[in-house]
Antibody, heavy 118, light 107 residues
């Protein structure tokens, strides 16, 4: 079964750090571009970051310089290192698979992990 | 950033109705437009990509159209499982941006 499973969320103080993980299974992880998308409950999703299968990365302005997306293809795992966290980073964080690369969309999502900065 | 505006923000409909949701981009996005459905407590689900290509496994009562700045999601013969929130998303240029959502609720 194709699956993404996030972990690592929790409660952290402003200025703190957290590392999210996303374990992939059921598909050739190394060949897919991957994204992080976050969502404040009751609001729309917001794209956070993307890493392609060569390790190239892009970020939303709101997290650039504070968050780092990375991947370990040997472990089939995507990461999001979040530093200098702010209250406005509080959200559910989803990892998502991009089947299209150029043009992007997210066909497989994890269940999400909640990050609370307070 | 490209702003995505959906209308309406919410609508009430009955099973069997035809529902149309509009998404407008603040600048052209070509056909790099996706539609997602989200139910409470769940991750979004991809319905259509490339403005009109149906994702595998999605019922054919869902369809999309449009290009450049104006797009439409249509649900023909609304089913009970279709009551949810729908989001459009542009992936023409970074940062990818979503609309604010359209909540389809029971009339």
């Amino acid at each position: 079964e194709v699956q993404l499973l996030e972990s690592g969320g929790g409660l952290v103080q402003p200025g703190g750090s957290l590392r999210l993980s996303c374990a992939a299974s059921g598909f050739p992880f190394s060949t897919y571009w991957m994204h992080w998308v976050r969502q404040v409950p009751g609001e729309g999703p917001v794209w956070v970051s993307r890493i392609d299968n060569d390790g190239n990365t892009i970020y939303a302005d709101s997290v650039r310089g504070r968050f780092i997306i990375s991947r370990d293809n040997a472990k089939n795992t995507l990461y999001l290192q979040m530093n200098s966290l702010r209250a406005e980073d509080t959200a559910i964080y989803f990892c998502a698979r991009d089947p299209l690369a150029h043009g992007s969309c997210y066909d497989i999502w994890g269940q999400g992990t909640m990050v609370t900065v307070s | 950033d490209i702003q995505m505006t959906q209308s309406p923000s919410s609508l009430s409909a009955s099973v069997g109705d035809r529902v149309t949701i509009t998404c407008r981009a603040s600048q052209t996005v070509g056909r790099y437009l996706n539609w997602y459905q989200q139910k409470p407590g769940r991750a979004p689900k991809l319905l259509l990509y490339g403005a009109s290509t149906l994702q595998g496994g999605v019922p054919s009562r869902f369809s999309g159209s449009g290009s450049e700045t104006d797009f439409t999601l249509t649900i023909t013969r609304l089913q009970p499982e279709d009551f949810a929130t729908y989001y459009c998303e542009q992936t023409s240029s970074s940062p990818w941006t979503f609309g604010q959502g359209t909540n389809v609720e029971v009339k």
